[in-house]
């Protein structure tokens, strides 16, 4: 009776096992919640939304879209931490929660702790533009003049640690200038304020900019890339000054799929392929354009991984060098 109960107990453990390692081929079984960490209509979603649509064909599944937004996407990252890792809760979200809040701000998760990467999926400059009737017709014309005029220049910032504030002072720094902090709540009322007057320079995002731009209210002086974008290839990027300190000047938007720490990685796998396909389709790429968004995949989730800790210590630089500004003032 013993051999026959040590048999049984090794044949259910071969079966679990069996069972469990099959899982994957058998993914998914029933819909797929993606959690967009941002409000409708934000770009996040755009890019949420467009990718379960095509993850939804590709698998002859559901994958439904559920926003999550708040606090800058803390709140809709906070919900994913605490699901099941079972493959089927993943969320869409910006590098906000992920590399830039964190830096500035005490979370009540781990980014790199309680989620597992699985792709990169949209990316973009910030883009530094003036109203359409600034004296600024380049960007060295504004560091000239904010290097003659230390503090008269005031710049929007969408709040204390944000990528908005974050990218200036490292431009402030690399430029060697001084301007003055007007701090708002969102980039509509920030875009408001430049286009009236109130404000001198703004480093918006590259979908609210080319929005502007296209409809004649501001001008366009450089993108936060090292190179040109591709969707303004008449923009020239900071680098292109020849300034010293903005050699290699980068600061990127992106967006980016995760799930929760302890998902198989075969499941993560099995998602990067989808989406790496999904991301070469005329038809996404064209939609992340028209949104100002580059369509952007990982080589792995690996490499994704390695992206997001480089972006996190970039942005951890960023942040210290603004304390230390601070802490002279």
């Known amino acids: ?64 879209v559920d926003n999550k937004g708040g606090a800058g996407g803390i709140i809709g990252i906070d919900y994913v931490v605490r ?31 309680q989620l597992k990467p699985i792709s990169l999926l949209a990316q973009g400059p910030m883009v530094v533009v003036v109203r359409k009737d600034s004296p600024f017709h380049t960007i060295q014309d504004l560091i000239t003049f904010a290097r003659a005029h230390p503090g008269k220049l005031n710049y929007g910032s969408l709040g204390n640690g944000t990528i908005s504030q974050l990218t200036t002072e490292m431009f402030k720094a690399g430029a060697g200038v001084k301007l003055t902090e007007i701090p708002y709540k969102g980039s509509s009322q920030a875009m408001t304020d430049l286009i009236g007057g109130q404000i001198d320079v703004l480093f918006d995002g590259n979908a609210s900019a080319m929005a502007q731009m296209k409809g004649g209210t501001v001008r366009a002086l450089a993108v936060t890339s090292p190179r040109r974008s591709p969707l303004m290839p008449t923009v020239p990027s900071l680098t292109e000054t020849g300034i010293a300190g903005l050699k290699n000047f980068q600061s990127l938007g992106w967006m980016g799929a995760f799930a929760p720490a302890g998902t198989s990685q075969a499941v993560v796998d099995k998602l990067h392929a989808a ?32 992206f997001v800790r480089a972006d996190y210590e970039r942005w951890r630089g960023v942040a210290r060098l603004v304390d230390a500004g601070n802490a002279k003032q």
């Open 275 to 306: 989406l790496q396909e999904a991301l070469k389709s005329p038809a996404v790429i064209e939609r992340f354009n028209r949104a100002g968004l580059e369509a952007v995949g990982s080589a792995s989730p690996a490499a994704f991984a390695d």
């Open 83 to 113: 699901m099941p890792a079972d493959g089927y809760t993943i969320t869409v979200t910006s590098l906000s929660p992920i590399t830039v809040i964190p830096v500035t701000q005490k979370v009540s998760y781990d980014p790199f702790r």
């Open 1 to 64: 009776m013993k051999l026959l109960r040590y048999l049984g107990g090794i044949l259910a453990a071969t079966m679990v096992s069996t069972a469990y390692s099959a899982a994957p081929n058998e993914y998914p079984k029933k819909p797929v919640s993606v959690i967009v960490t941002f409000p409708p209509g934000n770009s996040a979603d755009l890019v949420g939304r467009t990718l379960a649509e095509e993850l939804g064909r590709k698998f002859q599944q559901a994958f439904v």
